[in-house]
C-alpha cells in the first residue's frame, strides 16, 4: 500500500500588530496523510434489505455554498459558544446559523435549500495549499476566501433503514457524524466518514486520497438513524441519535428515523495537497473530518419525506 505522511515543516511569518500569524505550506500540511486511491481499503458491502425495509430516498438541492457562508462557530457541539470550534465550517441550508442561534432563529431565518428546507448542514471548509491567516491561538480564524475551496457539488439524501419503515424525525433535532478531535481521542466516532474518488467509487479511505486525472475527490457523511424517541439533544450531542447496529436495525429503545446522507465533491488538481480546516492540536488530519445537521423541516415536508422512502421511492 502506497501511503505517505507528511511532517513537512510550515513557514511560520509572526506578523507582531494585532497578534496575527501567516502560515504557508511548503507542500503539504504536517500530520496530513494521503493514500493513492487504488491502493484504498474496498468500500464496504452495504446491508441487504430485508422485505420489511424502506428502500426509497429523498434528494433535496441546497446548492454548494456559492454564497460563502463561512464561521468558526459549532452550534450543536457549542452553542452559545462563538468560534468555538477554532476552525472555519462550510454551511448550505439555513442562512442565518451561528453559535448563538435558537430554534426561533432557525425557523425565521431564509434558505438555499429547495421547499423550505431551513435545516442547517455543515463541515469543515478544504483548504488548498495556500497563505492561511490566524488570530493568536488560532481561536478564531480568518482566511482569504482564495484559499478555501468551493465544492463543486453537494448531494444530501435522506434514506430508509434496511430492515423496517421509519419515522419522522423531531424537528430542531441535532446530529453529528465523525470526531473533530479524533486524533487526540484515539480516533473514537470516525467510523462513519470516509473519502472516495468519483473514478472509484468501490474504494474507500480514511486518509485524504490522491484521485485519478479527470476525477472528484469526495468526502461521504452518514448520520446516525436510531432515536430515542425524546430529546433533540443529548449532554455528549451524540447519545440522543445513535448509529444502527450491525445488522442495520436499531438497538431497543431506540426508533429509525431517515438517514442523513452526504457527499460533498471537489475538482481539484492531481497530486495537490490540500487539507481541511481542524483545530490546532489535531494538525490538518483527514481522520478530524466531521459533519453536523441541525433539522429544521417543517413538519409537512417530514412527513413527505417519510412517506417517500417507506414507498420505495426515489424523490
Known amino acids: 500500500m502506497k501511503l505517505w505522511r507528511v511532517v513537512l515543516p510550515v513557514l511560520c511569518l509572526a506578523l507582531v500588530a494585532g497578534g496575527i500569524v501567516t502560515y504557508r505550506w511548503l507542500s503539504a500540511p504536517a500530520g496530513a496523510t494521503y493514500i493513492d486511491i487504488a491502493d484504498a481499503n474496498p468500500a464496504p458491502t452495504p446491508v441487504a434489505f430485508a422485505s420489511t425495509g424502506s428502500t426509497g430516498s429523498w434528494h433535496v438541492d441546497c446548492g454548494r455554498n456559492q454564497e460563502r ?4 462557530d459549532n ?3 457549542q452553542p452559545g459558544v462563538v468560534g468555538g470550534a477554532h476552525h472555519v465550517h462550510d454551511y448550505v441550508g439555513n442562512k442565518s446559523v451561528n453559535a448563538l442561534s435558537t430554534n426561533d432563529s432557525l425557523a425565521a431565518a431564509e ?7 431551513k435545516s442547517t448542514y455543515y463541515w469543515p471548509v478544504l483548504l488548498l495549499p495556500s497563505t492561511m491567516t490566524a488570530m493568536d491561538g488560532m481561536d478564531g480564524m480568518s482566511m482569504d476566501h482564495s484559499t478555501i475551496a468551493v465544492p463543486s457539488s453537494v ?14 424525525m423531531p424537528r430542531f433535532l441535532r446530529a453529528t457524524t465523525g470526531n473533530p478531535h479524533a486524533t487526540t481521542e484515539g480516533l473514537a466516532n470516525t467510523e462513519h466518514v470516509q473519502w472516495t474518488c468519483s473514478g472509484a467509487r468501490d474504494k474507500v479511505t480514511m486518509d485524504y486520497p490522491q484521485c485519478g486525472s479527470g476525477q472528484q475527490t469526495i468526502r461521504v457523511y452518514d448520520f446516525p438513524s436510531c432515536w430515542n424517541g425524546s430529546a433533540t439533544d443529548s449532554p455528549d450531542h451524540r447519545s440522543h441519535l445513535v448509529f444502527p447496529e450491525a445488522g442495520g436495525g436499531c438497538r431497543v429503545g431506540t426508533f ?16 495537490i495537497h490540500y487539507a481541511i ?17 441541525v433539522d429544521v423541516l417543517p413538519d409537512a415536508l417530514m412527513g413527505t419525506i417519510v412517506d417517500c422512502i417507506n414507498s420505495g421511492r426515489h424523490c
Open 69 to 72: 457562508m463561512y464561521n468558526s
Open 75 to 77: 452550534l450543536v457541539a
Open 111 to 117: 434558505t438555499t435549500c429547495q421547499l423550505g428546507d
Open 155 to 168: 448531494r444530501i439524501e435522506y434514506r430508509g433503514s434496511p430492515v423496517s419503515s421509519v419515522i419522522a
Open 256 to 271: 429509525p428515523v431517515p438517514e442523513l446522507h452526504i457527499e460533498v465533491a471537489y475538482t481539484l488538481p492531481p497530486g
Open 277 to 293: 480546516d481542524a483545530f490546532p492540536e489535531e494538525h490538518f488530519s483527514s481522520v478530524t473530518d466531521h459533519a453536523m445537521f
